[in-house]
């Protein structure tokens, strides 16, 4: 769910359109973004309407990938206590709001995202947070040319995957030049999955370890075209929500895939939960990524006991202690 802030700043922010506005915006956005096979609003925001609708439409989705991946990432890195956080190709900010919620020992934070407008509307929001007031928002391209800040923390959501291919591999290592911990996120579907991938490869190639989702460094066992690595949180939608996407539920869940890295090496999980649980009368089973660089299905049944009471309670994207 969205801090209370950002949710009140949103609702300002869109108030000046009427619900049909947006509504006939994000009807626009929405087939721009499936003619031109691309994840986020990037150069098809075309009006004030239009961020408003992008802001309103995408960021409680965005914020709740990002604090999803952070709050995995914080959980094997205890200790790690940010001060400072970049966020490259930021949008209107759903990163550094996670950011802020996971991490509150963040004082300093820039942003760097390409689109004046959508960076005004990104510091009217952040001016909603004591935390994120102060932001700096910097107009530059994310690409090849991208020059980076000195930071403990640098995200990347929703963007790596919008630049040429042959740029991204240089994007990412200039990310992690200075970083304590680096969080990619990308669209959960096929072509998502395959960015985040090359990324993880690029930052375990700099001597990084991969701390979530991966249990180890090594290539990933998932075979390129057979599935993909993903994972999904549910968020509620508001009412301003459902009536610009025309939705009927009261929630919707956003599918995502992600790679956390750190500088420094940090202890790891067994394995992680890669599918929805499979539970049945007396038995749960797992599909797991093991610490031994490949795919495992498990069968926890009642008589495993403390295992099995684990099982029963565990979810898609979890950390697992064994991977027996």
Request: aromatic content about 6%; charged content about 25%.
């Amino acid at each position: 769910m969205l801090p209370d802030d950002l949710r009140t700043a949103l609702d300002q922010a869109v108030a000046r359109f009427s619900p049909q506005e947006l509504a006939e915006a994000v009807t626009r956005l929405t087939e721009r973004y499936r003619t031109a096979g691309v994840s986020t609003g990037g150069n098809h925001l075309r009006s004030r309407a239009d961020i408003a609708a992008y802001a309103a439409y995408r960021m409680p989705a965005t914020y709740a990938a990002a604090a999803t991946a952070m709050r995995r990432a914080a959980a094997l890195a205890p200790g790690f206590e940010p001060r400072s956080h970049f966020d490259a190709g930021g949008g209107t900010g759903a990163a550094i709001w996670a950011a802020a919620e996971v991490w509150p020992s963040v004082e300093k934070v820039t942003v760097v995202e390409h689109d004046p407008h959508i960076i005004d509307l990104g510091r009217r929001l952040a001016r909603g947070s004591r935390a994120l007031a102060g932001t700096t928002w910097r107009q530059a391209s994310i690409g090849a040319a991208l020059d980076p800040p000195a930071a403990d923390l640098v995200t990347m959501s929703y963007a790596l995957g919008e630049l040429p291919e042959a740029d991204r591999p240089a994007v990412v290592g200039r990310l992690a030049e200075d970083a304590a911990m680096v969080i990619i996120i990308e669209p959960g579907t096929p072509a998502g999955y395959a960015t985040v991938a090359a990324a993880r490869e690029v930052l375990a190639g700099r001597g990084m370890t991969v701390l979530a989702p991966c249990p180890h460094d090594g290539p990933c066992p998932i075979r390129p075209g057979r599935d993909w690595c993903h994972f999904s949180v549910r968020l509620p939608r508001t009412s301003l929500h459902r009536r610009i996407k025309a939705g009927t539920l009261s929630f919707e869940d956003e599918k995502f895939s992600y790679v956390a890295a750190a500088a420094e090496p940090r202890p790891r999980p067994a394995a992680r939960v890669l599918r929805h649980p499979q539970k049945r009368k007396g038995v749960v089973s797992l599909r797991l990524c093991t610490d031994g660089d490949e795919l495992r299905d498990v069968i926890v049944s009642k008589r495993q006991g403390e295992l099995y009471r684990l099982a029963r309670d565990v979810e898609w994207g979890d950390d697992w202690p064994a991977a027996d």
